[in-house]
């Protein structure tokens, strides 16, 4: 069964930085369509970063420019590389598929931008 562990989040303060991490079992990663999702108290789970498995890169509007999605497919694991953070950056980050499979998703990792 596949499971996806996310760590690296953490409290930052505004215009900090986090990397966070999504390792998985399986051989999934080197084949699928990768991706970072996130979610607000009150909100509903949005796509924040995406990749391919030759690594092109996608970003939503409000992360162009400050994150960046990578993977490394040898080790089972895509990265998200968090610059500039903002408080509305807070939230539960999740990575799963491109699109997500509802079985996949992880308990995430809390992002808390604050001062």
């Known amino acids: 069964q596949v499971q996806l562990v996310e760590s690296g989040g953490g409290l930052v303060q505004p215009g900090g930085s986090l990397r966070l991490s999504c390792v998985g079992s399986?051989?999934?990663?080197?084949?699928?369509?990768m991706a970072w999702y996130r979610q607000a108290p009150g909100n509903q789970r949005e796509l924040v970063a995406t990749i391919t498995a030759s690594s092109s890169t996608g970003y939503a509007d409000s992360v162009k420019g400050r994150f960046t999605i990578s993977r490394d497919n040898a080790k089972n694991t895509v990265y998200l590389q968090m610059n500039s953070l903002k408080p509305e950056d807070t939230a539960v980050y999740y990575c799963?598929?491109?699109?997500?499979?509802?079985?996949?998703w992880g308990q995430g990792t809390q992002v808390t931008v604050s001062s």
């Open positions: 799963n598929l491109d699109p997500p499979r509802r079985t996949y």
């Open positions: 399986g051989s999934i990663f080197s084949i699928r369509p």
